[in-house]
């Protein structure tokens, strides 16, 4: 795994993004409370950039009428059809088992990835490292 | 450790897409009404909007009846570099789209367009002072984009009159409306626009949305703007059956309709039902000569965005050849938040010749350009 410098801690403060380019690779690194993730930074959908998407919670429903709110901070919503992924995992919120569905399916390039490239995000000194 | 340069991630035309593209869906909107559209608007009505502002037919006094998926129903990086209003600005659309994604032929459709206010003479007076701002602002600054003729339809007279005013001018490609009429759209007060769309060879597009005052589905209004969304194809349905039941396309055997965005795999299963419908109950319907399935194929042509998606793309397939891929025209919704991006939609597997039709030749071919 090659280290490669994307940006400084001080270009993302917590609860902002940056989005940068590290050997071709579009990458959207978001600062939550000072732990880093990184997403490629498209949506696996149709492409939107996920660094132009809000950063919300998990909003979620039991039953009709019954909501909860956890997760401040951690979920970002696609700018164009508000796809939600998950900022750890890269996961999208409505169906984040899909990609392992498809993986068995015998359909070849028909397969839409769900799941959003993850890469790893760690810090030394003052700058933000990605491992790619 | 290898030591990148840092740079910001852009947005860039994806290096394999080769195609031309026509968009048959594009919303423009002024960057401020008062600059833009009151200059085309006699001094009465620039009174009569200050003072009484934009009275739609629907039960919330202002603003749409369900909340939108995005602020402005936009693509949330559609904002002009100074914050313009999503596509209010010529220069970021060239940049955003209209290069970005090689498109040779955008239509212009806009919305607020004075359709479906309750004051009629507004209505008209608004559609007329929108088409104006369509040549000023657009079609005569960016030869890439044609105009529509906004109508003010539910007083087909004045439709009529606004569609003869545009007959010939090129700026204009289409004459345009919403698909949610107070009553259904094959109804006899609105056959003035038919003849002069006819009279004018203008296709008719019909785009989702609208103002008649009924609810948004069959059954009622409905909770949610999901609800709302997917209640568009119910409307195009049951505009379509309306026509062919009331004899439009017998009437005028050239009137050309455009669906845009309201989706099309229902399309064939509608035609499938009516067929069997029309033909046990012929008495009733003498005017309608012919099965309802050959006035669909002859006469409607369906922007395809907000694309369907199934899981396998492979049942589009079918879908694309019952409709027929000549009459399937690509559209993005640009700059609002369902947008399709031409690279990405999961397109059934096609003949070059077949992507060619649909993602340009299908448009040239219908508005003539």
Redesign the interface.
């Known amino acids: 795994m090659a280290k490669h410098i994307a940006a400084k801690v001080m270009d993302i403060p917590p609860g902002e993004r940056l989005s940068v380019e590290v050997q071709g690779r579009k990458i959207v690194i978001f600062n939550v409370a000072g732990e880093y993730f990184g997403l490629r930074d498209a949506c696996p959908h149709m492409g939107g950039l996920l660094s132009e998407g809000v950063v919300i919670g998990l909003v979620e429903a039991d039953r009709p009428g019954c909501y909860s709110y956890s997760r401040g901070g951690e979920i970002v919503r696609c700018p164009w059809h508000g796809w939600e992924f998950d900022l750890r995992t890269g996961k999208s919120r409505f169906d984040p088992n899909r990609w392992k569905t498809h993986s068995y399916d015998i359909e070849v390039g028909d397969v839409q990835q769900l799941e959003v490239e993850t890469v790893d995000v760690t810090t030394e000194g003052e700058f933000v490292i990605v491992n790619l | 450790?290898?030591?990148?340069t840092?740079?910001?991630?852009s947005?860039t035309m994806p290096a394999n897409q080769k195609l031309v593209i026509a968009d048959c869906d594009i919303h423009p909107s002024p960057k401020s009404v008062e600059k833009e559209i009151f200059p085309f608007l006699e001094k009465r009505w620039r009174d009569h909007y200050q003072t009484y502002g934009m009275l739609l037919r629907q039960p919330y006094q202002a603003g749409p009846a369900y909340p939108k998926?995005?602020p402005d129903a936009a693509?949330?990086?559609a904002y002009g570099p100074n914050g313009e209003k999503p596509g209010s600005d010529l220069e970021f659309m060239r940049k955003h789209h209209l290069d970005r994604y090689n498109i040779e032929l955008g239509v212009l459709n806009p919305l607020k367009s004075g359709q479906g206010l309750q004051n009629p003479d507004f209505a008209a007076a608004y559609c007329k002072a929108i088409n104006d701002w369509q040549i000023a602002e657009w079609t005569s600054k960016e030869a890439r984009l044609k105009g529509s003729v906004c109508l003010p339809y539910e007083d087909a007279i004045l439709s009529a009159k606004e569609i003869e005013r545009r007959a010939g001018d090129p700026n204009f490609i289409q004459a345009f409306m919403l698909i949610r009429t107070s009553e259904p759209l094959g109804n006899r007060r609105y056959w003035p626009i038919f003849n002069a769309c006819v009279e004018a060879n203008l296709p008719l597009a019909v785009h989702a949305f609208g103002f008649g005052g009924t609810p948004v589905t069959g059954g009622g209004w409905p909770s949610y703007y999901t609800e709302d969304m997917v209640g568009h194809s119910q409307s195009a349905q049951s505009l379509v059956t309306s026509m062919v039941m009331e004899g439009v396309f017998e009437r005028w055997p050239e009137l050309k309709l455009i669906i845009v965005e309201a989706g099309f795999a229902w399309a064939p299963a509608l035609s499938w039902r009516l067929d069997r419908i029309w033909a046990q109950n012929r008495e009733e319907l003498l005017h309608v000569k012919r099965p309802p399935s050959e006035y669909m194929a002859d006469h409607i042509w369906y922007t395809t965005q907000p694309f369907e998606?199934p899981d396998?793309?492979?049942h589009l397939k079918d879908i694309f050849e019952w409709i027929g891929w000549e009459k399937l025209l690509f559209a993005t919704d640009y700059p609002h938040?369902?947008?399709?991006?031409p690279?990405?939609?999961?397109l059934p597997r096609a003949t070059d010749e077949q992507k060619q039709s649909f993602f340009i030749d299908n448009a040239r071919s219908l508005y003539g350009v």
Do not use: L
Request: proline share 4%; aromatic share 8%.
């Open positions: 450790m290898s030591v990148e840092i740079g910001k991630a947005a998926g995005q693509r949330r990086d998606e396998r793309r492979g938040w369902d947008f399709d991006d690279t990405r939609i999961p």
